[in-house]
């Protein structure tokens, strides 16, 4: 409506007759205020266009209050006229269940799981359930989880939902806010809808839209600006109907899929995160070519946030890449990223992202990126102490890099069926096929692989009671590692040392170690490694009568390992806080932990510390 139509409307309530209705514009508006002047007016401007369309309707003296509703954010509004604005945000999850209950009735009441998945489908948009409520309706007597089964499938979401009036049309309530959007933005809106993330920063629109980050920062701005997305700091997302009302825009100009761009910019960033994170393992990774436009902007102080605030995207990106055929997308990305989501303790996403990864290999075909794969979650699962399955995935990469004849991989392969061999307290195996990496690396100049296998060897050589061939080995890790500048394993190997140190009655030593390997940790994001430190710490405090000390530190040890799911973490600082309570008598306290620690290595299959468990529980009196 233009702002002429609307004050001869308003003029004639106020009850001026239609003879007397000026026919200019600003007379009309100037005949309004008069009006208005020293009454107490309530005006209601609802789904206003603009700042402009609104400004000829605002009263010209204070006693009058109006309202004003709006797709835009008017800031126009507020910066000349003062208003205060009022960003309302989708339904609250109960008052949504409420509106559903209240107009769908029983059905609703009666299938709560069913109302939550329908709620979250309509977004929680008042008038998106609204309407949903309505084909709940016309679908009785089906039942209402069969009404959310037919929403499920978000590429028909909008259809269904469509109720061919154009007042009450979700996908015509979304274009009063489209059609006003300059080019550009428009463009902009159209595309995200292709993202398969949660929301999006200006760096990743800059990749969608082939443009610079400016360009894209001030198109987000205005998407924000006409509630198209919404903003959270320098981030910015929609939910799932905008997003099918944005693809199917897109569709239908010509726009189909996800540039390439974007998952050129995903992975080089997230390359350029892990070098910075752990630039000794840069030889273990595939090399990534920059892609065309600005490099990353990165840091060693903004690398991991990056990938905290991409990792849902980065798994995301993956899975659509994979199921639109752009396999090699999943295999890089998934070799990329493993030593940060296994560190991380996000071994959800990384499971998902290796077998997205893993499959894609192997339609590929890319027998070695399978393999790699295959190592890489043979990893996780040993992180998870899910020993079968590891010990499977480890030996078909053994067999795989056998088939294509890479030494390399069936080397890594070996040393970590090595490494699982020692949790499950197969120590003979272990050291011999750990021995074997370590003749293979050096032979091949492989330091960062010969590093990684004497640091395993030392471990089990601690497991099999050979302390000085433990401390050798470990050693001598810890000097490769420190020559080539891999931080992580140098502090492994300064753990085991510790460890080592301890066993042998050298407290004073083991805490030296321990400080050392903790102090490397506390700056990356190996969270398993800080535990291990703690737990350490932990030990000799209680061997130094610092029983206060020990147990702060075994407590902190034992929520890191919780928090990251590592089960084998959390049975060894288990039985270390049932020695600490049986050392100052607390003999009960002592029992539930090595119960609970007996309980925990026994599901998992960790030898070692189920046989600490038992020692413990021996030395308890009866």
């Avoid at 005006?43 to 609104?54: F, I, K, P, R």
């Avoid at 977004?123 to 069969?146: D, F, G, K, Q």
């Avoid at 350029?272 to 902007?297: C, F, I, N, S, W």
């Amino acid at each position: 409506m233009s702002p002429e139509a609307a004050l001869a409307r308003f003029l004639r309530s106020l009850g001026l007759p239609g003879d007397q209705m000026p026919a200019d514009a600003e007379e009309r508006a100037a005949l309004y205020r008069s009006l208005l002047d020293r009454r107490r007016m309530l005006v209601l401007l609802d789904n206003a266009a603009s700042a402009g369309q609104v400004r000829p309707l605002l009263p010209g003296s204070a006693g009058s209050v109006v309202v004003v509703t709006s797709r835009d954010g008017l800031p126009g509004l507020v910066v000349r006229h003062g208003a205060r604005r009022l960003s309302l945000d989708v339904l609250r999850r109960d008052d949504a269940l409420a509106l559903l209950r209240r107009l769908a009735g029983e059905g609703v009441t009666g299938d709560p799981a069913a109302a939550e998945e329908l709620a979250a489908h309509c977004a929680r948009l008042p008038l998106a359930l609204r309407i949903a409520a309505e084909l709940v309706h016309r679908r009785a007597p089906a039942t209402l989880a069969s009404v959310v089964g037919e929403l499920a499938d978000h590429r028909g979401r909008l259809g269904l939902l469509s109720t061919g009036d154009p007042h009450s049309d979700i996908a015509v309530v979304f274009s009063w806010s489209y059609r006003d959007l300059p080019s550009g933005a428009a463009r902009t809106f159209r595309l995200l809808g292709h993202h398969p993330g949660t929301d999006v920063d200006a760096p990743a629109v800059a990749a969608l839209i082939g443009g610079t980050r400016e360009q894209a920062w001030e198109h987000l701005e205005l998407l924000a600006g006409s509630h198209l997305v919404q903003r959270a700091g320098d981030r910015f997302g929609m939910h799932d109907l905008l997003r099918a009302y944005a693809r199917d825009l897109a569709l239908k100009a010509g726009e189909a899929g996800l540039p390439r761009a974007v998952l050129d910019f995903y992975l080089h960033t997230a390359a350029t995160a892990m070098d910075l994170l752990y630039p000794a393992e840069r030889g273990r990774r595939p090399h990534v070519p920059q892609p065309p436009g600005p490099p990353p902007v990165l840091r060693d102080t903004t690398a991991l946030a990056w990938l905290d605030a991409e990792r849902a995207n980065l798994v995301a990106t993956a899975v659509h890449a994979v199921a639109h055929g752009q396999e090699w997308y999943a295999v890089q990305l998934a070799q990329v990223l493993l030593r940060y989501l296994e560190s991380g303790g996000h071994y959800t996403d990384a499971v998902a992202l290796h077998e997205h990864a893993l499959r894609a290999a192997e339609s590929l075909p890319d027998p070695r990126g399978a393999a790699q794969l295959r190592i890489n979650l043979g990893v996780l699962h040993v992180q998870q102490a899910r020993y079968e399955e590891a010990g499977a995935e480890l030996q078909r990469a053994v067999e795989l890099a056998r088939e294509v004849g890479d030494t390399l991989v069936r080397v890594r392969a070996l040393g970590n069926l090595g490494h699982l061999y020692q949790w499950q307290g197969r120590y003979a195996e272990a050291a011999r096929f750990l021995g074997e990496v370590v003749a293979v690396a050096r032979h091949s100049g492989d330091r960062a692989g010969e590093a990684r296998g004497l640091g395993n060897l030392g471990q089990v050589r601690l497991r099999q009671g050979r302390h000085e061939d433990a401390a050798r080995d470990l050693r001598a890790s810890a000097a490769i590692c420190h020559d080539i500048g891999d931080a992580i394993g140098e502090a492994y190997a300064l753990l085991y040392l510790g460890h080592v140190e301890s066993s042998s009655g050298r407290s004073a030593e083991a805490a030296d170690h321990y400080e050392r390997a903790l102090s490397v940790f506390a700056g990356t994001t190996e969270v398993a490694g800080t535990a291990y430190a703690l737990d350490g710490l932990g030990g000799v405090d209680v061997l130094r009568g610092e029983h206060r000390r020990a147990e702060d530190r075994l407590g902190e040890a034992l929520a890191l390992f919780r928090r990251i799911g590592e089960r084998a973490g959390e049975a060894r600082v288990s039985n270390s806080l049932g020695a600490a309570a049986a050392s100052t008598g607390r003999l009960a306290d002592a029992r539930a932990h090595h119960l609970s620690a007996l309980r925990i290595a026994g599901e998992i299959g960790f030898r070692y510390e189920q046989s600490r468990a038992e020692k413990g529980l021996a030395g308890l009196p009866a």
